[in-house]
């Protein structure tokens, strides 16, 4: 399945790299062509059709998925299945006072799922053509009335890349290690006060929002981050890529640039990058620093991905993806799932409305609490700003897509402590009651959005006919 942005109207990249001179901004250094920062939808993916241990130079990935469609002399999905679910690796530690107290047990709360735990709700369509329907939905954590907190590991996986010329020697090392302090210490993991709550993180309060006239007071579901992983990734120069046609072309498979602060920013083709991602979630799995009970971040520094642009493969196409969430799963039974996602950190100054820093990583963690497997549907939405007869709509509960589009899509949060103070821009989340399309809201302060609950006037417009 294509992982396509989920804001879908977005340039076309015409401007030719130059690979030595670059801008302040991604748009800057293609030559001033528009880009639209987004996310993507990503299909689960079963770990036994990860193709592991092949070399590039050898293989042909499908232009969409980067699947493994051809190119070696044999090869077969050599992915397997993990069973653990605990590992001293990833296990909840943190250093800030956080809202732990009697938790509830992190398990899976669904028959035949070897999972975090998970509570459902349900709300009906109040306007229409889905008007009166009823939209069942899973999300990560223990029920709200029942109270007392949910406390899941964060299993964070930091990705380095190593990019190559075309002769195959090193063109340069971007490492992830200048970024490690800031994510851990962002609101994603930090306790902060909110309208919410107070001493909790980012999703956890947007959790609380949504629920506040409901949940018992000491209901949470804390994240706690621990870094099990840290690798590097060899990207070549180019890659083969098959379009749906059956042709295989030759594709650039990155492109390069300064931001503002002087790190390097990287453009990379998303069906490589598939491939990368999927390697990597399965490799963390064996190895067992990826669980079950936890969500699993794979982080990289600055790294967006484009479209191949089929009709001159060495520019790129559609640009820039910024992360996206999905699930792993094995055949057994009972099935295990882990929870995935993938974010970039990003530098200031390479997009517009705030996208900086933790954007990325608040909006697919929010998204993940959500929508952990990536199947809540919702009334046909009409995305936000939009003309009247816009048909640019969707119909599920990803629950940041709504606001990624408009200028104020982020909020300024400052943490504060000894040896470390940082202002970091995570993005407004709209709450679930906006999808539900009605007058009213019954979350916190009856809004439609958190932090900033301005954001969302009022709830969802259904998708024109």
């Given at each position: 399945m294509r992982a396509p942005l989920r804001f879908v109207v977005l340039c076309a990249l015409v401007c030719l790299f130059a690979s030595a001179s670059f801008g302040q901004a991604v748009s800057s250094a293609i030559g001033g062509a528009p880009v639209d920062p987004g996310y993507a939808q990503k299909a689960p993916k079963s770990v036994?059709?990860?193709?592991?241990?092949?070399?590039?130079?050898?293989?042909?990935?499908?232009?969409?998925?980067?699947?493994?469609?051809?190119?070696?002399s044999s090869f077969t999905a050599t992915g397997s299945a993990s069973p653990v679910n605990v590992n001293p690796l990833c296990q909840p530690t943190n250093d800030d006072r956080l809202q732990t107290n009697?938790?509830?047990?992190?398990?899976?709360?669904?028959?035949?799922?070897?999972?975090?735990?998970?509570?459902?709700?349900?709300?009906?369509?109040?306007?229409?053509?889905?008007a009166g329907r009823d939209f069942r939905f899973t999300m990560i954590g223990n029920d709200p009335r029942l109270g007392h907190p949910t406390v899941v590991p964060a299993c964070l996986d930091e990705v380095s890349l190593q990019l190559l010329n075309a002769d195959g020697s090193v063109f340069t090392t971007v490492p992830f290690a200048p970024f490690e302090q800031g994510t851990?210490?962002?609101?994603?993991?930090?306790?902060?006060?909110?309208?919410?709550?107070?001493?909790?993180?980012?999703?956890?309060a947007v959790h609380r929002a949504q629920f506040f006239n409901v949940m018992k007071d000491n209901w949470h579901t804390v994240l706690m981050p621990s870094v099990t992983n840290r690798t590097t990734i060899t990207v070549p120069f180019f890659v083969n890529v098959q379009l749906s046609n059956g042709t295989i072309v030759q594709a650039r498979s990155y492109f390069t640039g300064t931001a503002a602060d002087g790190s390097t920013f990287v453009l990379m083709l998303s069906p490589l990058f598939n491939f990368f991602?999927?390697?990597?979630?399965?490799?963390?799995?064996?190895?067992?620093?990826?669980?079950?009970?936890?969500?699993?971040?794979t982080l990289f520094p600055n790294t967006f991905l484009f479209s191949l642009n089929a009709n001159n493969p060495n520019v790129p196409g559609s640009c820039c993806t910024l992360g996206f969430h999905t699930f792993f799963?094995?055949?057994?039974?009972?099935?295990?799932?882990?929870?995935?996602?993938?974010?970039?950190?990003?530098?200031?100054g390479l997009f517009g409305a705030g996208f900086q820093d933790v954007t990325a990583l608040s909006h697919e963690t929010s998204e993940a609490f959500g929508d952990p497997f990536v199947n809540n549907t919702t009334p046909n939405w009409q995305f936000p700003g939009q003309p009247a007869t816009s048909k640019v709509c969707q119909a599920n509960l990803e629950e940041g897509d709504p606001i990624e589009v408009l200028a104020n899509a982020t909020a300024t949060v400052e943490v504060k402590e000894k040896g470390f103070h940082f202002f970091f821009?995570?993005?407004?989340?709209?709450?679930?009651?906006?999808?539900?399309?009605?007058?009213?809201?019954?979350?916190?302060?009856?809004a439609f959005s958190f932090p900033d609950e301005t954001v969302l006037p009022h709830s969802a417009i259904p998708c024109p006919q």
């Open positions: 036994s059709s990860v193709s592991l241990g092949l070399s590039l130079s050898s293989v042909v990935l499908d232009a969409d998925t980067g699947a493994v469609v051809g190119g070696a009697n938790p509830l047990p992190n398990q899976s709360n669904i028959d035949g799922l070897i999972t975090l735990a998970t509570f459902d709700g349900a709300f009906t369509a109040q306007a229409g053509p889905s851990l210490e962002s609101p994603n993991f930090e306790p902060l006060d909110y309208r919410s709550g107070a001493h909790v993180q980012y999703a956890d991602f999927d390697n990597e979630v399965v490799n963390q799995i064996n190895q067992g620093n990826f669980v079950t009970n936890a969500v699993n971040m799963r094995d055949s057994a039974f009972p099935e295990s799932r882990w929870v995935t996602q993938y974010a970039s950190w990003i530098s200031p821009h995570p993005q407004n989340i709209p709450l679930f009651q906006w999808f539900e399309m009605g007058a009213t809201s019954s979350a916190i302060d009856g």
